[in-house]
C-alpha cells in the first residue's frame, strides 16, 4: 500500500468517526421540529440553548412579527418550541422559524385527523366564487361549493357574483368539516361540509325507496332543475326530468315555497334524483301512433341549435331536424337555412317513443320525383336507416358518444362522410372503423 493510499484512507477513517459523533450529537437537520430554552432577548433577535449548550439557535425579530409575535413575550429561560430553517447560517448558528413551527405543528395535527376520518370544526375566513376559503389548526385550506351540504349550497344556478354573495354570509362562522385532501408538501388541504354530515344522511335516505313517491316543498330553482326539500332531506328534479315535452326553463314549472310530489328515481352518496315528468303519463306513447316513418308533416322552427333545428309538428309533437338532414349542401349554420316561427313541410324518417325521437328532414323533400321512390325511408325495422344507432351492434359507450354529438338513428350516419365520424369527439380512427363496418353490413 502506497503512502498517498495510507494517508487517504486515514483521512476516511477521521471523516467516518466525525460523521458517527454528529450523528450522536442529534445535529439539527431542516425543518425538524426542536425545543429549546431562551438564552437571552437582544434588540432584534432571541437566543436559544440547543441541546444543553450544544447548538445555538436565533430566532429573528422580523420572523417574530410574521408569525404575529413581539420580542417581550421571550424572556430568558422561557421553553421555546420552533423549527429548523437553515441547520448553520454564515455566523454558525442554527437558524429557526416560531412561525414554521406553528405550520408543521398544524399539518401534523391535520395529518392525524385527516388519517383517523374525523368531524372538526373549521372557521370560515373568506369566500370567493368558487367556495369557502377555512382555517382550521392554524392551516388554511379550502372548501369547494360543490362540497357544502344542501342545506347551505347556494342555489342560484351559474350566477357567480350572486353565488359569492350567498357565500359571503358564512365568514367567520364555524362549519363542521372533514379533511379530504390534504398534501403538506404541495400546500393542499381540501375540506369538505358534506363528508362531515354522510352518517346523518345515510340513516336518513335509509328509510326512502327508489320508486317512492313522496311530497316536497320546491326550496330552489336554477337553470339546471328543481331543488326539493323532503324534511331532512333535500333532492333534485334534473330539468329532464321534470316534463315530457321539451323544457327550456324550470322556473315555468315551479316557484320557491311550492309544494310538488315527486318520485325518487335515485339514491348515490348525498344525491337524491328526483322526478316530476314520471307521475304524468307519457303522451309520447300515444301521440306518436299518429304517424309514421316517409309520412309528410307540417311544422314551426321553435329553436335553432348548433347541431340542428327543433319543430313543434301539428301543433302536437316535437321533434328534430339534425343539421345533416336540412340540406343536400354542406350546412355550418342551420340558422341560414331555417328561421324561428317559420312553418315548414317535412318529412318524417325516424321514430322511437322510448327515447323521445322523432326525426325529420327537410331535405327529403327536395328530392327530384323520379329518385323519392328509392330514397324513400323504409319502414322502421331493428336495422333500418330510421332506428337508433345502438341497434348497429356498436358498444353502449359508443353509442352514447355519437348521441351527444347529435347522431341519433343510423340515417344520420349515412349522411356522414369517414372523415366527417373519424372527427366526432371521443370516436377516432378506430371507433370510426367499426361504425363504417357495421354501416356497411346494413
Known amino acids: 500500500m502506497t503512502k498517498e493510499v495510507k494517508e487517504q484512507t486515514k483521512e476516511q477513517g477521521k471523516m467516518a468517526k466525525l460523521l458517527e459523533k454528529t450523528e450522536t450529537l442529534g445535529v439539527p437537520k431542516e425543518r425538524d421540529l426542536i425545543e429549546g430554552e431562551v ?80 368531524t372538526l370544526k373549521a372557521r370560515v375566513v373568506e369566500a370567493n366564487r368558487g367556495g369557502l376559503i377555512m382555517e382550521s389548526e392554524g392551516i388554511r385550506g379550502f372548501l369547494p361549493v360543490s362540497q357544502l351540504t344542501p342545506e347551505h349550497y347556494p342555489r342560484v344556478g351559474n350566477d357567480k357574483d350572486e ?181 315548414l313541410e317535412l318529412k318524417v324518417i325516424d321514430i322511437e317513443p322510448e327515447s323521445h325521437r322523432f326525426g325529420l328532414s327537410l331535405k327529403a323533400m327536395q328530392m327530384p320525383a323520379d329518385s323519392e321512390a328509392t330514397a324513400k325511408p323504409k319502414a322502421k325495422s331493428r336495422k333500418g336507416s330510421g332506428a337508433g344507432v345502438s341497434t348497429l351492434g356498436i358498444s353502449d359507450a359508443l353509442a352514447r358518444k355519437l348521441k351527444s354529438a347529435g347522431i341519433e338513428s343510423v340515417v344520420d350516419l349515412k349522411s356522414k362522410s369517414a372523415e366527417e365520424i373519424k372527427a366526432i369527439p371521443g370516436i377516432g380512427e378506430k371507433s370510426a372503423a367499426k361504425i363504417i363496418e357495421a354501416l356497411s353490413q346494413l
Open 39 to 118: 438564552m437571552a432577548v437582544t434588540g432584534n433577535r432571541v437566543w436559544v440553548d440547543i441541546q444543553n449548550g450544544k447548538f445555538v439557535g436565533i430566532i429573528s425579530s422580523r420572523e417574530l412579527a410574521e408569525a404575529g409575535l413581539s420580542m417581550p413575550d421571550y424572556q430568558k429561560g422561557d421553553k421555546i418550541t420552533a423549527s429548523v430553517v437553515e441547520p448553520e447560517n454564515e455566523e454558525g448558528f442554527v437558524l429557526l422559524s416560531v412561525r414554521e413551527a406553528l405550520r408543521n405543528r398544524g399539518w401534523s395535527a391535520l395529518d392525524k385527523l385527516y388519517a383517523e376520518g374525523v
Open 163 to 343: 353565488i359569492l354573495n350567498k357565500l359571503s354570509k358564512f365568514e367567520n362562522q364555524l362549519l363542521d368539516i372533514k379533511i379530504i385532501g390534504l398534501d403538506q408538501g404541495l400546500n393542499k388541504l381540501i375540506f369538505s361540509e358534506r363528508a362531515a354530515h354522510q352518517a346523518e344522511f345515510d340513516q336518513a335516505t335509509a328509510k326512502i325507496q327508489v320508486g317512492e313517491v313522496l311530497t316536497g316543498k320546491v326550496s330552489g330553482v336554477v337553470d339546471f332543475g328543481i331543488f326539493v326539500s323532503l324534511g331532512s332531506l333535500e333532492g333534485l328534479v334534473h330539468i329532464s326530468e321534470i316534463s315530457w315535452d321539451k323544457v327550456d326553463d324550470p322556473r315555468k314549472f315551479a316557484h320557491v315555497g311550492d309544494k310538488i310530489q315527486v318520485q325518487v328515481i335515485g339514491i348515490e352518496g348525498d344525491k337524491i334524483s328526483l322526478s316530476m315528468k314520471r307521475l304524468t303519463e307519457d303522451k309520447w306513447l300515444h301521440l306518436t301512433k299518429d304517424y309514421q316513418v316517409g309520412q309528410t308533416v307540417k311544422g314551426e322552427v321553435t329553436q335553432i341549435m348548433p347541431f340542428g333545428v327543433f319543430v313543434k309538428v301539428d301543433d302536437r309533437i316535437d321533434g328534430l331536424i339534425h343539421i345533416s338532414e336540412l340540406s343536400f349542401d354542406h350546412v355550418a349554420d342551420p340558422s341560414n337555412i331555417v328561421s324561428a316561427g317559420q312553418t
